[in-house]
C-alpha cells in the first residue's frame, strides 16, 4: 500500500479519534476509551506532539500513533526519560497491510534519532517483537518489585550496553482515565454496539500474566 506518513494536524483529531475508536471497539473490553486517551492526551505536558503521526491513503487518514515521555527509575533513584507509545491504530478494513509497521518503524528512527534510550509499551508481543521488542525482564525492568508483566516490552534505541540495576517503570498519568469523562466523551460517536469477544479473554489473560 502507498501510503503518506505525515504529522497529525489539528483538523485530523476528531478523524483519528474516529479510527481510534473503530480499531479498538470492543477489543479488549466491550466498548472502548482509547479514542477518549488520544483526544486528553494530546494535551497533557507528557505528550510528545513531535511523534504524533498519521498515516494517509488516497487523501484518507487511516491510521494513528501517538506517544508520551514516562521514566525509569532504579533503586539509587536514577532516572531514565524514555517514551512509551499506544494508542496505535489502524482502520480495521486496512489492517495487517503494513500500515502500522510503517508508523513504528517511522517513529521509531526518529526516536532514536532525538537520544531516546528506549521505548516501553504495554501491548500483545506477538504485534511488537517482530520490531524488536523484548520481554521487560531480559532488562530487569518492572511495574513493581520482581513483577514483570508478559505485555511489558522494551525497545533499547541506542547501540549502548543496557545499565545495570534494577529498574521500575512509571508510565506518564495520561493514561489514568476518568471512566465517566471517557463514557461522556463516546457519547459524541455514533452508537456502536458493546458486546463481548474472544479478544477480551485474551486481553484479560495477558495482562493478569507475568514472567517469572
Ligand atoms: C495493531 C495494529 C496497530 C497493527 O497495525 P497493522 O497495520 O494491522 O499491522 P501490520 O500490517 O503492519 O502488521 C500486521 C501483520 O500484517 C502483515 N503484513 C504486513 N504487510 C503486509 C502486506 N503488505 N500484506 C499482507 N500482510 C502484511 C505483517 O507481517 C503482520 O503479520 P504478523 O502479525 O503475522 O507478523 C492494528 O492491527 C490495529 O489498529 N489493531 C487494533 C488496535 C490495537 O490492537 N492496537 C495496539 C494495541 S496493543
Known amino acids: 500500500m502507498n501510503i503518506i506518513i505525515r504529522p497529525e494536524r489539528e483538523s485530523d483529531y476528531r478523524c483519528v ?3 481510534t475508536r473503530k480499531a479498538f471497539w470492543n477489543l479488549h473490553v466491550p466498548g472502548c476509551d482509547e479514542h477518549y486517551l488520544a483526544h486528553v492526551m ?3 505536558p507528557d ?3 513531535d511523534l504524533d503521526f498519521v498515516a494517509e491513503y488516497e487523501g484518507r487518514v487511516i491510521g494513528n500513533i501517538m506517544y508520551t515521555k514516562a521514566h525509569l527509575v532504579n533503586e539509587k533513584g536514577e532516572r531514565r526519560e524514555i517514551l512509551t507509545f499506544g494508542p496505535v491504530s489502524v482502520l480495521p478494513e486496512y489492517q495487517r497491510k503494513g500500515v502500522g509497521s510503517q508508523l513504528i518503524q517511522h517513529t521509531v528512527k526518529l526516536a532514536k534519532a532525538k537520544g531516546f534510550p528506549a521505548i516501553v509499551i504495554f501491548g ?3 504485534n511488537y ?3 524488536g521488542f523484548r520481554g521487560c525482564k531480559d532488562f530487569r525492568v518492572a511495574v513493581a518489585e520482581d513483577r514483570y508483566p508478559t505485555c511489558m516490552l522494551v ?3 541506542q547501540n549502548q550496553p543496557w545499565p ?3 529498574w521500575i517503570y512509571q508510565g ?3 493514561y489514568n482515565l476518568d471512566k465517566n469523562a471517557a463514557e461522556e466523551f463516546d457519547r459524541n460517536f455514533p452508537p456502536f454496539v458493546k458486546k463481548h469477544m474472544p479478544s477480551q479473554d485474551e486481553f484479560a489473560i495477558l495482562c493478569r500474566s507475568v514472567v517469572l
Open 164 to 166: 545495570d540495576g534494577d
Open 129 to 131: 517483537v517482530k520490531h
Open 172 to 174: 506518564s498519568e495520561v
Open 42 to 44: 494530546r494535551s497533557h
Open 155 to 157: 525497545l533499547p534505541l
Open 17 to 19: 479519534e474516529e479510527l
Open 124 to 126: 500483545n508481543p506477538s
Open 47 to 49: 505528550f510528545c506532539s
